[in-house]
Every structure is written in C-alpha cells, then in structure tokens.
C-alpha cells in the first residue's frame, strides 16, 4: 500500500506561518537551519520557540547557569536575526528538566500553536534511535501530542479556541521523506550555528562545520543538488495509530 496516496505529505517549502521548537538555543540552526533561512527568504514568518534556558550547556565550571544562560540568550537572538526569523519566545524551562514538567510542556506548546497560527512546526524527531538527550526527547514528544490536541475546542480549554491542526517537520530524523535544496543557504546556516559560540571551542567549531557539510553534501547527492537538508515530515493523521506512518 501506498501510503502517500491516502494520506498525501506535504510540502514543507509551502510552509507560509512556522514555529521552530527547540529544546536549547543552537538545535534549530543545526537541524533546520538552511530550510528555516529559506523559508524566510521567500516571506514564512518564522518564530522561534525555545524550551531551554541553555543553561547547563558547558564544560567550564567556572561558568554559572545565569551567566550562561544571559550568554546563549544573546547568542540565539543574533542567530536568529542572521537566519531572517521574526522573534523568539523563550518558554522558560531550565536545561535538562523539560520532563519534569510533561504536561506544563504540553500546554505552553498548545498555547504557542493556538495563539500564533502556524501551518507548520518543526521540532526534533523524538524517535531518533540512540538520542540520549531527555530535552530532545520530551520536546519532540510535546509538540507531537500537542498536535493531536490543538483541534479540539475541548482539549486544554485554558489555552484558547482550537485551530488547525499545523504540519510537522521533524529535524535530526533516521527516517527522513523530503530533502530540502539549502545550497543557497547553507553558508548562513554555518554562521548562525557559529553565532553560538559558546557551544562551539575550537577544535569542535570546525569538526561540526565539517560534519554538516559532509552531511549536507550527501544529502544533496541523493536529490542532485549541492547542500541537502533532510526532515521526516507529517501531518497529525500520520501521528496516531498509523502503523505505516514511520515508514512514510
Ligand atoms: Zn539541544
């Protein structure tokens, strides 16, 4: 059976409203980054969501959460003013505790989809074998329920009146259907994750950068252009009690 037939993916570039969910500051520039700064070169109003204070993300320990936190805070902001999106909301949960707190999760993603509209969410692929991170986890899971949710008036009634239900794009997926042309964007793409520089000491600057256009390249080869991004994308049908919908 041919699943695309009954339950047709959509097409992420068509994407005119996102919100980009991301665990810490700097995940959405390394999964989505090219695809987000197209996105926005054509007029997609981008906002990004960021769960995370970022707060424990060093290996210096004479660095303090709140130091820190002020830090990344400033680096995603100039990040995303780089990749041309139109704000963050900073959900205001501490680094590496997103699932200590599911459902308050849950329900300020809700609120996010039902207060901005978006016909499009991106958000890590929960799924992702191997993914050690809890936030990842938990995040991807959030926004994935959430979808299942924000087109019942019943459900979370607090958070304000349903919507359509938006499509997702996974980054960071092992099961990926669609690969974005980033050729033109890639380079912008290495810049706003540079923009997080206190993620990234050299050597490791340069070993990412050179993963991801190893990884982008390749990506590209399979589609026959330069820079390939590659996203598992759904719609909420596909999440729930679809047995074909990994495969999709
Ligand atoms: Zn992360």
Redesign the pocket.
């Given at each position: 059976m041919d699943l695309s037939q009954i339950l047709p993916i959509p097409d992420v570039m068509q994407a005119k409203r996102v919100i980009a969910f991301?665990?810490?500051p700097?995940?959405n520039e390394?999964g989505a980054g090219g695809t987000l700064a197209k996105l926005a070169q054509t007029g997609t109003e981008i906002l990004w969501a960021v769960a995370s204070d970022?707060s424990v993300?060093t290996e210096d320990n004479a660095t303090s959460t709140n130091s820190l936190a002020a830090v990344r805070r400033q680096e995603q902001e100039d990040a995303v003013r780089l990749l041309g999106g139109y704000g963050v909301e900073w959900m205001g949960f501490t680094d590496t505790h997103l699932r200590d707190n599911p459902q308050s999760l849950e329900f300020k993603v809700v609120k996010l989809i039902r207060s901005y509209h978006p016909d499009f969410v991106f958000c890590?692929d929960p799924w992702l074998p191997y993914e050690a991170?809890p936030?990842?986890r938990t995040l991807g899971h959030a926004v994935s329920t959430a979808l299942l949710m924000v087109n019942f008036p019943l459900a979370y009634p607090e958070t304000g009146a349903a919507v359509t239900a938006p499509s997702i794009a996974y980054y960071g997926s092992a099961w990926p259907n669609t690969t974005v042309d980033i050729s033109d964007t890639f380079q912008r793409k290495l810049e706003a994750l540079m923009a997080h520089k206190s993620q990234f000491i050299p050597p490791f600057d340069q070993q990412i950068q050179m993963y991801l256009t190893l990884q982008a390249v390749s990506l590209g080869e399979s589609i026959g252009v330069a820079r390939g991004e590659a996203f598992k994308v759904l719609t909420h049908h596909h999440l729930h009690f679809n047995v074909d919908a990994w495969k999709s």
């Amino acid at each position: 059976m041919d699943l695309s037939q009954i339950l047709p993916i959509p097409d992420v570039m068509q994407a005119k409203r996102v919100i980009a969910f991301s665990p810490h500051p700097d995940d959405n520039e390394m999964g989505a980054g090219g695809t987000l700064a197209k996105l926005a070169q054509t007029g997609t109003e981008i906002l990004w969501a960021v769960a995370s204070d970022g707060s424990v993300g060093t290996e210096d320990n004479a660095t303090s959460t709140n130091s820190l936190a002020a830090v990344r805070r400033q680096e995603q902001e100039d990040a995303v003013r780089l990749l041309g999106g139109y704000g963050v909301e900073w959900m205001g949960f501490t680094d590496t505790h997103l699932r200590d707190n599911p459902q308050s999760l849950e329900f300020k993603v809700v609120k996010l989809i039902r207060s901005y509209h978006p016909d499009f969410v991106f958000c890590p692929d929960p799924w992702l074998p191997y993914e050690a991170h809890p936030d990842h986890r938990t995040l991807g899971h959030a926004v994935s329920t959430a979808l299942l949710m924000v087109n019942f008036p019943l459900a979370y009634p607090e958070t304000g009146a349903a919507v359509t239900a938006p499509s997702i794009a996974y980054y960071g997926s092992a099961w990926p259907n669609t690969t974005v042309d980033i050729s033109d964007t890639f380079q912008r793409k290495l810049e706003a994750l540079m923009a997080h520089k206190s993620q990234f000491i050299p050597p490791f600057d340069q070993q990412i950068q050179m993963y991801l256009t190893l990884q982008a390249v390749s990506l590209g080869e399979s589609i026959g252009v330069a820079r390939g991004e590659a996203f598992k994308v759904l719609t909420h049908h596909h999440l729930h009690f679809n047995v074909d919908a990994w495969k999709s």
